[in-house]
T-cell receptor, first 113, second 112 residues
């Protein structure tokens, strides 16, 4: 009955690799987000999608590309991974707009070696 | 710049006592939304409480309540009757326009 789920929970990989993190929400929400939490616990939004359309795209490297096959899924693809990409990545969703309460997934801890 | 400041990196409180976590923010918007999220060691981000800026009444949720001072741009969280399970990072956040901005967090430890 998990509302917002992410896979995998842990991801360890080498520099230069390409990886994906999947996110699914079963809340019927229209808007989904990706956040990055760095080693100092600072949370920053990366992307926001509403009904499969990109709404927010903060200044993140273009190695990061979100993909939304349908409004219940928002996957994050990362190409050519770098050491600085190591962080916890959170997916979230909200009912309609960005002003609605956001519900977070459990996070994916990415470690780049 | 639209920012959120949590000036207390760490706090501790004795079980059953009351603690207040501070948060200030900066925005030129007149309407916005404020939140407190809790992140326990499990890493899960859990909504604690939400406040709409146009509502003057302070939000409450069981043992959690806020003191929202719009003119001062302050949004503090009060936890009454602290429990061991309240030990976590607490993040203040607000949505001024299109995205949610988080403070740096306050690590709260409830001591037995």
């Amino acid at each position: 009955d998990t509302a917002v789920s992410q896979t995998p929970k842990y991801l360890v990989t080498q520099m230069g690799n390409d990886k994906s993190i999947k996110c699914e929400q079963n809340l019927g929400h229209d808007t989904m987000y990706w956040y990055k939490q760095d080693s100092k616990k600072f949370l920053k939004i990366m992307f926001s999608y509403n009904n499969k359309e990109l709404i927010i795209n903060e200044t993140v490297p273009n190695r990061f590309s979100p993909k939304s096959p349908d409004k219940a899924h928002l996957n994050l693809h990362i190409n050519s991974l770098e050491l600085g990409d190591s962080a916890v990545y959170f997916c979230a969703s909200s009912q309609a707009t960005h002003t609605d309460t956001q519900y977070f997934g459990p996070g994916t801890r990415l470690t780049v070696l | 710049a639209q920012t959120v400041t949590q000036s207390q990196p760490e706090m501790s409180v004795q079980e059953a006592e009351t603690v207040t976590l501070s948060c200030t923010y900066d925005t030129s918007e007149s309407n916005y939304y404020l939140f407190w999220y809790k992140q326990p060691p499990s890493r899960q981000m859990i909504l604690v409480i939400r406040q709409e800026a146009y509502k003057q009444q302070n939000a409450t949720e069981n043992r959690f309540s806020v003191n929202f001072q719009k003119a001062a741009k302050s949004f503090s969280l009060k936890i009454s009757d602290s429990q061991l399970g309240d030990t976590a990072m607490y993040f203040c956040a607000f949505i001024p326009n299109n995205d949610m901005r988080f403070g740096a967090g306050t690590r709260l430890t409830v001591k037995p």
